[in-house]
């Protein structure tokens, strides 16, 4: 177990240098990085004061024109009327002056130290954005995945026992529309219903907190917390608690089938010693490894489109406008720590196997 540990611990930095250098690539390939952004905002902002400024007479416009003409750069699409010089000065402020080689090299040394720099545009440093944006993501992370477990688990036990019966078949049914139909779509169905889009308004629409959270009491602040998470948990918890329902109940058919099962009922066992006392450990092996993967995908992917539904700034909103306005530091700041983080966990879901069944010995199994 040591030796399979260690082993998987060795090969997370060179996963984490294989996961940097392809979104690297892939980046620097792609259009409309943050220099080019930058000269569009310069642009759009000097063609709206031209518009004013010819208002007021064609001469100054066709002069400023003239100048913009003796400034063009073709370096970058988009960039008429700007001079070279400033350009270069834009590409320094971004870290573009150097070829791409050398700054990928300087980042990859930089995440060596935990160092991510700031964001491009927020003069924050990425890691006091990811913590000050953390304890939304948590909040939805752990609540969403707390209530799926205290749900799928005792419905798909129950629909193993009952396998084929009425209720079995009346469960598939809800838990195929789970399955099929996206979370964000139950998200704005919860909105129009019941946070005031046409029918109810029940429920709050943004952020996790009211505006007079700070002044209220601390049972007040309680209720005020969960009432704002309702109705984005609700949605998180609808799409996706489908999955382990279906894991559980077939978890518990297979075990069932097996001959140790008949031979504990031949030995007087009631049906709940047989199922709590034999069945459950083995069946629950899968269900109870899978939670850390469970937790890091809606921890940090499934809850992006809710963040942005729910007005929630979170990670996931954190993310989603970080790749639109190319803020380079926070992309690749995050995608590194989460990446490490989903690497850990799944080390950590390797090792419960053998926890929940001490048989299992990982020593032995190739990485």
């Given amino acids: 177990m040591l030796a399979y540990a260690i082993r998987r611990l060795a090969l997370i930095p060179l996963t984490l240098f294989g996961i940097i250098l392809i979104n690297f690539v892939v980046v620097q390939l792609a259009p409309g990085g943050p220099v080019e952004q930058m000269i569009a905002r310069i642009e759009g902002t000097a063609g709206s004061e031209s518009q004013r400024i010819s208002g007021g007479g064609g001469d100054i416009q066709a002069t400023r024109m003239q100048q913009g003409r003796e400034g063009t750069t073709g370096a970058y699409r988009g960039a008429q009327g700007l001079d070279p010089a400033f350009i270069k000065d834009i590409?320094?402020?971004?870290?573009?002056?150097k070829p791409a080689h050398e700054r990928f090299i300087?980042?990859?040394?930089?995440?060596?130290?935990?160092?991510?720099?700031?964001?491009?545009?927020?003069?924050?440093?990425?890691?006091?954005?990811?913590?000050?944006?953390?304890?939304?993501s948590i909040s939805l992370g752990l609540w969403t995945t707390f209530i799926i477990y205290l749900v799928s688990i005792p419905l798909g036990i129950a629909k193993a026992r009952r396998d084929g019966s009425t209720f079995d078949i009346a469960s598939s049914w809800a838990i195929i529309i789970g399955y099929a139909v996206p979370g964000f779509l139950f998200a704005i169905a919860l909105i129009v219903l019941f946070a005031g889009g046409r029918?109810?308004?029940w429920f709050p629409l943004r952020g996790l907190t009211s505006p007079d959270w700070a002044e209220m009491t601390a049972w007040g602040k309680v209720v005020d917390y969960f009432w704002h998470l309702a109705?984005?948990?609700?949605?998180?918890?609808?799409?996706?608690?489908?999955?382990?329902?279906?894991?559980?109940?077939?978890?518990?058919?297979?075990?069932?089938?097996?001959?140790?099962?008949?031979t504990a009922r031949a030995k007087g066992l009631t049906d709940n010693q047989v199922l709590y006392g034999h069945i459950f450990r083995n069946a629950m092996l899968l269900v109870v490894?899978?939670?850390?993967?469970?937790?890091?995908?809606?921890?940090?992917t499934g809850s992006i489109l809710i963040e942005i539904i729910f007005s929630l700034d979170g990670l996931g909103l954190l993310g989603y406008e970080a790749v639109v306005n190319r803020d380079y530091p926070v992309m690749f700041g995050t995608l590194y720590m989460f990446s490490m983080l989903g690497l850990v966990l799944n080390l950590i879901s390797d090792l419960t196997y053998q926890f929940v069944d001490p048989r299992i010995d990982f020593g032995k199994r190739e990485v």
């Fill in 199 to 201: 029918y109810f308004a």
């Fill in 106 to 136: 300087q980042m990859v040394g930089n995440y060596v130290r935990f160092d991510f720099g700031k964001s491009f545009y927020r003069d924050t440093s990425v890691v006091d954005l990811v913590l000050e944006k953390m304890p939304v």
């Fill in 231 to 262: 109705l984005p948990v609700t949605a998180l918890v609808i799409g996706s608690f489908a999955g382990l329902t279906m894991l559980t109940k077939n978890s518990f058919l297979e075990e069932i089938n097996k001959q140790y099962v008949v």
């Fill in 91 to 97: 590409e320094k402020q971004f870290g573009f002056d």
């Fill in 289 to 300: 490894a899978g939670f850390p993967a469970a937790l890091v995908g809606i921890l940090f």
